[in-house]
């Protein structure tokens, strides 16, 4: 059995766990908190990050959640979530990456920082310059969401794609932190509705890390 | 023709070009400086970034360096770079990933900022802190490449791959930006003299960006 080392609000482990469900792979959540990793976990792997998934048998490491959903995507047919022409693909690739990198940097890295880490670890309280930004960029993130859902109906293309499945584990980090305001985004805020109600996605709304409550309206499946 | 927009010292640029030339894919170069990048180029990537490729014919824009990476892999079938079994595979991308990000991160990202954009366009002295911070975790990294060179032939096993291009793309700006050291890296310096002879890299070597120059060693084949 496929061992997944994670923690619960870190969004790459999220898009992993959504993949495995979706293609009905099995997997033991193993928890490990990248500011405070084991040797163990240093071993697996040496850039010291969230998601690994580790077989003991074989004993096999995967690390970076996009080799991770590459492997599987080229391992298990069920679902396949990196689909189409060519060109199909390099959009449904250039959307993770825009998830993963620049929805990350500007909105979910600052409210983890700011509200978890800042909270369970150094002990300080938030910058609320900085959570404010945040909150200002995911506007900005939400609209081009909306304008993808305006053209097409999912948001790489016409089939759900690893480019919803990464868009969704963002937000829904960054809507646990309180750091998504969906007011005005209704076509976004309709396809993530779809995508809350689906049994892959249910395990990862029910869950908390400990100590930070999420917003009350976060695992609700009608807003 | 493909159009690439980049600069000549963005890394994920110089990893596109070295997987176009081994491919025998033609191209040409488009400048584009992101701090500064036009209407245009806005308009082919939302996400502002280099490298982007272009066919004006087809109107098809990629963007994300591994995404473009992948595509050609999947439609060029010459210098296969992402090969071998589905964790050989695995490997290969585990290792791009380290590089685009964490070297990146620790080592290229603070020398272009210290000595390009605050030079070119902040009208900054660098900061020598972040400087020999920089300096510092490169040499960690060129610990780990030692490690692996001591174990395989190529970075990722028993061929070359796009992590082999990955690493000399990130290394090679640092090295144009005075940032590595190679006292102490003999595997290291062995494998990337043999990169930096090939005729992908020969045009990447001679390229100058405006004002800032490379130390003596960059590109002279022996060193
Ligand atoms: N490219 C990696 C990024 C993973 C990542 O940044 N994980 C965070 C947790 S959400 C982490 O472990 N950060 C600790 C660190 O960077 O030292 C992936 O896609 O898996
Ligand atoms: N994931 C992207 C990263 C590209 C990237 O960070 N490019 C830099 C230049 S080296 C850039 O355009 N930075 C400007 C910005 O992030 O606004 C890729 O692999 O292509």
């Not at 390099?90 to 909270?119: C, Q, S, W, Y």
């Not at 646990?176 to 689906?198: C, M, N, P």
Request: charged share 25%; hydrophobic share 40%.
């Amino acid at each position: 059995m496929w061992r997944l080392y994670q923690f619960p609000l870190c969004p790459f482990s999220r898009k992993v766990r959504l993949l495995l469900s979706e293609k009905g792979v099995g997997y033991e959540l193993w928890r490990e908190n990248p500011w405070d990793a084991s040797d163990e976990f240093w071993a697996l792997n040496p850039a010291g990050r969230t998601p690994v998934l580790y077989d003991p048998e074989r004993r096999l490491a995967l690390s970076d959640s996009r080799a991770i959903c590459e492997y599987f995507e080229e391992t298990v047919d069920k679902a396949p979530m990196i689909n189409g022409t060519a060109s199909n693909r390099a959009e449904i690739r250039r959307l993770v990456a825009l998830f993963d990198e620049n929805f990350f940097g500007d909105v979910t890295m600052p409210l983890l920082h700011e509200r978890m880490k800042k909270r369970l670890v150094l002990r300080q309280p938030p910058d609320s310059r900085i959570l404010r930004e945040a909150m200002k960029l995911a506007h900005g993130h939400l609209d081009y969401i909306d304008w993808l859902i305006d053209n097409r109906t999912w948001l790489a293309g016409a089939t759900m794609s690893l480019a919803d499945l990464a868009a969704a584990a963002q937000i829904s980090v960054a809507d646990y932190l309180g750091g998504i305001d969906w007011a005005g985004h209704e076509q976004t805020r309709g396809w993530y509705s779809v995508f809350k109600s689906r049994p892959s996605f249910r395990p990862l709304l029910s869950e908390r890390m400990e100590v930070i409550q999420p917003p009350r309206h976060y695992a609700e499946l009608d807003v």
